[in-house]
């Protein structure tokens, strides 16, 4: 297992993240952390870390650079910005694709919150992204983009986040390529509850696992 801090550049600035590498790496999966949130994100590890354990490595990164994450906190001036963070997000994709480690590795998305509205913007316009998950995404602020998504896409949404639900099954009704939306039963929007995390992990590394490995078999269609 390779595990490195890479800094990395977007638009002269320098994003902090860790890079993780399991022997014999079957795919790579970039997390976009949701608002107010960061690469130290406990709940993006944890999930992190399942993946690794099934051959899959990972990107965390910052979306946001330590000044703009202090003004955001006192502002909110940019968590909402889907374009922003998408920017970002594809400056991620390319550097891995310049890796020499990582270039050859079908890649996935893992988008949490806002997150997975950046995570679904990129995939509409990048169709090198094989799979999508998003957990307790706001796929609403992505609306635009949802009718041009090709990857594969999973929704993971906690049974009692009613409004986040709803809104996810409307994104869902919108999306042309292959979905699911699964419930993850007595769970709320940060699954907290007991087990509840580990579901979500198991049923994105599942996911993950299906759709790369299935890249990683065939060319990518143009």
Wanted: with cysteine; hydrophobic share 45%.
């Amino acid at each position: 297992m390779q595990t490195a801090k890479v800094m990395i550049p977007s638009d002269r600035r320098m994003l902090e993240g860790m890079l993780v590498i399991p022997d014999g790496a079957r795919g790579i999966v970039a997390f976009a952390h949701g608002s107010g949130s960061s690469r130290l994100s406990p709940r993006n590890r944890d999930v992190a870390d399942t993946l690794h354990q099934l051959g899959l490595a990972t990107l965390l990164f910052d979306l946001l650079t330590d000044e703009e994450s202090r003004r955001d906190l006192l502002s909110a001036e940019y968590r909402f910005d889907i374009p922003l963070l998408a920017q970002r997000l594809s400056c991620a994709l390319d550097w891995l694709r310049r890796e020499p480690s990582t270039a050859l590795l079908p890649m996935g998305l893992f988008g949490a919150s806002t997150g997975a509205a950046a995570a679904l913007s990129v995939a509409a316009g990048d169709k090198s992204v094989r799979a999508l998950v998003s957990r307790g995404g706001r796929p609403d602020l992505a609306q635009d983009a949802l009718t041009d998504v090709a990857a594969p896409t999973l929704f993971i949404v906690g049974e009692l986040d009613r409004e986040v639900l709803r809104l996810n099954e409307a994104a869902a009704d919108r999306l042309a390529c292959e979905h699911r939306i699964e419930i993850v039963p007595g769970a709320t929007h940060l699954f907290e509850e007991s087990g509840a995390l580990e579901q979500v992990a198991h049923l994105a590394a599942q996911w993950f696992l299906h759709w790369l490995a299935e890249a990683a078999s065939g060319p990518v269609p143009d």
